[in-house]
């Protein structure tokens, strides 16, 4: 479902235009002044705005111009409408930035064909933005794990030779040991690295949910700036916990994303915070589940946001894409959980992964 923005001064317009786009599917936001544009669409984030030329207190090409001139709105498609087909006002309207635009008296069915073409390119263009991007970072990803894992192979195989010349209480293996069981931990952890990036069909196997929280709140801390507001990460995990049956690198994948979710949250209030990982048992439809819980002390989810934040291409981010919590839910999906939403009574928001238990 897409959001779409209508700007017009005319309630009968703005009826006519809210009857046909809410009978395509779409969620339709309505202002009557231009004046009241920007600060709308940054509530709502369209996926379009509808904007009609002619309004009470400005033109409709001032509004597209400041549109274009917001760095948190300038990528939402813009439909210009005009009361004819004047060749003066489409040009205006282009130079300013409009995407298209549609004459007031056109059929239904043409509106439409336009609303939704402007909405799917961008789709397909940011689509095809982020894919370029993963497909570069899984190149680099692929090159530096390469890198990493032949003198990796030295290192282990070489403390191997060297266990198997020393007798079982011979004092050198204290530090033999500590090089064998880290070399294994760094080589799980390339394999989690590469499966971030990798595409194809998930590879299912047995994993422990401490072990992959505890190490994506290590390579989190270990990747923030420490000159800046201090952001801690606390752990709160049961003794026992049940094993489930995951892409255990894909779901650190989504355990990261979430953190630096969490982690911007605060920082956008601009101080310190913290950020709780606690896993728990729960029993929910005579289902057994692992969940794991991403709160934080920021200033939480709007009740209009916390509605779309699943939805593809949907942020309120300057530079964000739309992808990441989309890509999250879908990832915790093909591992038979879900993933939801929602702001913590006393003041913040959270992220819980659900998991089947195995």
């Not at 709308?40 to 001139?69: F, M, Q, Y």
């Not at 929280?213 to 049961?238: D, Y």
């Not at 690198?249 to 630096?260: H, K, P, T």
Request: glycine content about 8%.
């Amino acid at each position: 479902m897409s959001a779409v923005l209508i700007v017009d001064d005319s309630p009968a317009d703005r009826a006519l235009f809210r009857i046909l786009l809410s009978r395509a599917g779409h969620t339709v936001h309505e202002v009557a002044r231009g004046g009241e544009t920007i600060a709308k669409a940054r509530e709502i984030r369209p996926h379009a705005i509808v904007l009609d030329v002619n309004l009470p207190d400005t033109d409709g090409h001032s509004v597209c111009r400041a549109i274009r001139g917001d760095s948190e709105l300038s990528s939402i498609p813009v439909l210009m409408l005009t009361v004819r087909d004047n060749d003066q006002d489409v040009l205006t309207g282009l130079n300013a930035g409009a995407d298209d635009y549609v004459t007031k008296d056109s059929p239904g069915e043409i509106f439409l064909a336009r609303i939704s073409r402007l909405i799917r390119y961008r789709q397909m263009a940011t689509l095809a933005a982020m894919n370029e991007h993963l497909v570069q970072v899984g190149r680099l990803m692929a090159g530096i794990v390469h890198e990493i894992r032949g003198p990796l192979s030295v290192i282990r195989g070489s403390a191997e030779l060297m266990k198997y010349q020393l007798t079982p209480d011979d004092p050198h293996l204290q530090w033999l040991e500590p090089i064998l069981r880290n070399a294994q931990v760094l080589q799980v952890r390339l394999e989690h690295l590469m499966a971030t990036v990798r595409g194809g069909p998930s590879m299912m196997e047995l994993a422990e949910v401490p072990v992959l929280v505890r190490e994506s709140a290590e390579l989190f801390l270990k990747g923030t700036n420490p000159r800046g507001h201090q952001v801690g990460v606390e752990t709160i995990i049961p003794e026992k916990v049940p094993h489930v049956r995951v892409d255990a690198g894909r779901l650190l994948q989504v355990f990261l994303n979430l953190l630096g979710n969490a982690y911007e949250a605060i920082l956008s209030s601009e101080r310190g915070g913290q950020i709780v990982i606690r896993v728990s048992l729960e029993d929910e439809d005579e289902s057994k589940w692992v969940k794991v819980d991403f709160g934080d002390d920021g200033p939480g989810i709007p009740e209009p946001i916390l509605l779309r934040i699943f939805e593809p291409f949907f942020t309120t981010k300057e530079a964000g894409s739309g992808y990441g919590l989309y890509l999250a839910s879908e990832i915790v999906k093909e591992q038979g959980g879900r993933l939801q939403a929602s702001n913590l009574p006393g003041g913040g928001a959270c992220f819980s992964v659900w998991l089947p238990q195995a």
